[in-house]
């Protein structure tokens, strides 16, 4: 069983930037980032496989947010620039055995952080 527990949401304004991490409580294979705003489904962020070697992004956020990872501190993290305030959402961590887009593909989930961006 893997945990996973997120931190560094909170407020920031629009053009601004945060950093989300992850950080897990055993060896993980891919990871990803996941975000659900108020009123809407649960949607992909980012993906990054255990090597690095390979990422994948939603358009929403490609050339924004970054994906990134540090094995030895079992940490995925989330930069991301240039907010807009239709990036608020509930951000969760997840952890599966390939680098997929849908959410069933992944195991874990961590509790989520919240991200607000004003306007």
């Known amino acids: 069983q893997v945990q996973l527990v997120e931190s560094g949401g909170g407020l920031a304004q629009a053009g601004g930037s945060l950093r989300l991490s992850c950080a897990a409580s055993?060896?993980?294979?891919?990871m990803a980032w996941f975000r659900q705003a108020p009123g809407k489904e649960r949607e992909f962020v980012a993906t990054i496989t255990w090597s690095a070697e390979r990422t994948a992004y939603a358009d929403s956020v490609k050339g924004r947010f970054t994906i990134s990872r540090d094995n030895a501190k079992n940490t995925v993290y989330l930069q991301m620039n240039s907010l807009k305030p239709e990036d608020t959402a509930v951000y969760y961590c997840?952890?599966?055995?390939?680098?997929?887009?849908?959410?069933?593909?992944?195991?874990?989930w961590g509790q989520g952080t919240q991200v607000t961006v004003s306007s």
């Open positions: 997840a952890a599966g055995s390939s680098t997929a887009t849908g959410q069933r593909s992944y195991n874990y």
């Open positions: 055993g060896r993980t294979f891919s």
